[in-house]
């Protein structure tokens, strides 16, 4: 009992010092600011106590065991989560400072600043060109279509390989090229932030490494939240982790944050006991 | 409302829905509310306004509507028991002979007696039988059905007249063509509510079955039938109940008389047939009358279709819960 | 082949026989059973075969161009045709599509997206499947009493509103499956967009599910194309065409192939019987095509 209440004390200190380096109200380059206390689905406690920062122009990589909750937390971001019926939120996220979960604040709104890559590629049955301006039409972009689609299409690797079948249904392209028409799609109204949620999880080694490089470069331009189960991937591609891991101490499986910080950090020299057993590989 | 401020990217297109958005989101899902509603009040007005109209009829003649025999407007004096009686016998007849053949049909199409491409062929030919009109069935029957029928009927009735099946002469449109061009015109109802309850027999009973050595007869007969069971009664039922609405073939092969018979070959009539041919004609006093058998028929159909509805989600949790 | 299944036995005694005769006891049974549903299923199609035999046959050698165009013939008058009841047809399920269509298809997205679990969800789903079930000739004697009887006269419209009641369920259930059969990520990703619920509905949802409802719509235009009952009391027959001198004459009694066909089964004469066959065959074939278009469409895009 005593080990644990340390525990958590460690716990919540670490996650102050990282706060406080991290205070919005001083620090413009955190993009959101993500206080969770509860989560709920329905009367399942999926997510405590978790407070991440996700940073500009950086790659913000959430890991750990399935069922720890970070495909819940990525998807509290940006209010998806609002479409699973009993869904419940306590705390904050604070996007530029505006909690988005506040009652004046239009879940629609949010989405259009907080782009989201699916796990399954999922691009809608209208043209590739369609699928891309879709955004921009969405936004009542006003510019030249055909130049920010090319544009988009480019960020994402695709533009050589679709160029000259713009009108083709995007579902007619492999599951790799599907996926980075579906990144293509949130990049083109260039969202402040993009949230990936295991996007190569559906793919082959060789789409997943394109996208990972894809990833990379994207990041000199977005600010980037990736969920991912291969702890490898975030080790490549994030510049911050986020480890999470499953708390089964209150009867149910309920998530939380154990520790973040710099990935090198995270990866070589954490501060909890979880996180070395994780990283090393005694548990997934 | 709060502005949501994309921060500090320049080239961002991201902007909060305008307005009109706002706007159109609201009047469209006020419209397909709308639209639910008016579908319920679609049900609820049509229920009211034959009520209605079947009320005063129902004042005016009571109990005695529905056990009478004559229909006579002149003295006002309107029964409809034969009408109940034929609609009821007609459908009866064509549930054994369509129901049947639908679930024969059903098992021929879904236990492997066909390569898939023939069976997806004997399946458009069952559909397509379900999208002759009804009144091309009543031509045909007419034309076809009747004559043909007349010597075998004759047949019948000079050597077994003394059953009451065969007890008349088929003079020309009868109970029997009838409820044989009926059976027609509900088999693929039959044959696809089967069809679809047959597939939900999990694979795994086949494959027991199988595996313990049965051919594929008791196979089919011993354990796919009784599994899907429920389906299969359900598909009888929904049958019934389209048999019991089915208008236009009844009207032109019935025969419209106002006997109750058991007879095969002797005419007969149909609420729904007595409706499609008085109505065009009747006066104001009828039409009350009318109103009140079309509050009967809808009774009888809806109670049945909602017995057949209730089976049918039966067996779609029972499979639901197999599975 | 009993002697060489004999043989088997003898061979290896206590070791039940695996080879069989196909014309002993159980396979006897089953080969029987086999050979009785095909002879069943045989015998079903038959119907469909003399139906379609007997309209290219006898339908077919009155099809002209004349019967096509021609107003319907009187009594003892030869000739004519049945251009007015093709028109008729298509204007009253025009008629009845304009009203069920919209209709059905935003009362489908109500029930698929926006509200599908509500009380008003499960009302309106259970008065759709009601409604399916509902004896045609009920449909007419609602819109007889809801139009001719507040109009005063017989009229395309009111057998509009008699075949709009018919085709508006089947359009709701197949419309509302269709948009659930959009998948789950599909939905996800419009939403992971920024789109309102609507803009969910009608720039993603109703176009992908758009070869479903179209399949549901026709569909229902062949059923309502081929009804008889709702329109003999509401838009009665007509040997005269809607349109005259220019403009057209709604609210009048209006033919129709079904009632044409009808009327004419019934008459003594030969002429008319013959016509009735040619139109039956041009309205069978319209529903049957539209069948097959509907099948078509109906497939899902790869």
Known sequence: MATMMAERNRRETANGMIAAAADPSTNPDVVIDCQLEQVHYGGFLAVRDSHVQIQKGRITGFIGPSGCGKSTVLRSLNRMNDLIRGFRLQGQVRFHGTDVYSRNVDPVAVRRHIGMVFQQPNPFSMSIFDNVAFGLRLNRFKGNMAERVERALRQAALWDEVKDKMKHSGLSLSGGQQQRLCIARAVATEPAVLLMDEPCSALDPIATRRIEELMVQLKQQYTIAIVTHNMQQAQRVADVTAFFSVDITRGSRTGYLVESGPTKQVFESPAETLTKEYVSGQFS | MIELTGGSRAGSVSAPPTRWDYFADRAFRGAARGAAWLIVLLLAFLLYSIGAKAWVGMRTHGVGFLIGSTWDVGRQQFGILPHIWGTLYSSLLALTIGGFFGVVMAIFLTQDFLPPRLAQVFRVIVELLAAIPSVVYGLWGLFVVVPAMRPIADALHAHFGFIPLFGSTLSGPGMAPAALVLAIMILPTVAAVSQDALRLVPYKVKEAAYGLGTTRWEAILKVMLPAASTGIFGALVLGFGRALGETMALAMLIGNSNQISLSLFSPGNTLAALLALNFPEAGAREVQVLMFAALVLLSITLIVNVIGDLIMARSARRAGARA | ?302
Not at chain 3, 240 to 261: E, K, N, R
Not at chain 3, 265 to 291: C, D, H, K, R, T
């Open chain 3, 1 to 302: 082949m009993n002697g060489r299944a004999a043989a088997g036995a003898s061979e290896i005694p206590g070791v039940a026989r695996l080879e069989r005769s196909p014309f002993q006891g159980r396979a006897l049974r089953s080969l029987v059973l086999t050979g009785g549903v095909w002879l069943a299923a045989l015998i079903a199609g038959v119907p469909l075969v003399s139906v379609l035999y007997l309209l290219i046959v006898r339908g077919g050698s009155r099809l002209s161009l004349e019967a096509l165009t021609a107003l319907p013939p009187a009594g003892f008058e030869m000739g004519g045709g049945f251009g007015n009841a093709i028109a008729g047809t298509v204007v009253m399920v025009g008629i009845a599509g304009l009203i069920s269509v919209p209709l059905g298809v935003v009362a489908a997205v109500f029930l698929a997206e926006l509200s599908p679990l509500s009380r008003l969800s499960r009302a309106a789903r259970f008065a759709a499947k009601t409604l399916t079930g509902l004896p045609s000739v009920l449909a007419g004697v609602f819109a007889y009493a809801v139009v001719v009887l507040t109009t005063g006269s017989y009229s395309a419209p009111a057998g509009g509103l008699a075949l709009a009641v018919l085709m508006i369920p089947i359009v709701v259930l197949t419309a509302e499956e269709a948009i659930r059969a959009v998948p789950r990520i599909t939905r996800d990703a419009a939403y992971g967009m920024g789109c309102t619920r609507t803009q969910v509905a009608c720039k993603v949802l109703l176009p992908t599910a758009l070869p479903g409802i179209l399949t549901g719509v026709m569909l229902a235009v062949a059923r309502a194309a081929g009804e008889t009952a709702p329109l003999l009391f509401t838009a009665l027959f007509s040997s005269y065409w809607l349109f005259d001198g220019g403009h057209p004459h709604l609210m009048q009694p209006t033919a129709s192939l079904a009632v044409l066909i009808y009327n004419f089964s019934g008459m003594p004469f030969e002429n008319q019987i013959e016509l009735a066959w040619a139109a039956s065959l041009v309205l069978v074939s319209m529903v049957l095509v539209i069948n097959v278009v509907s099948r078509l469409i109906g497939r899902p895009r790869t």
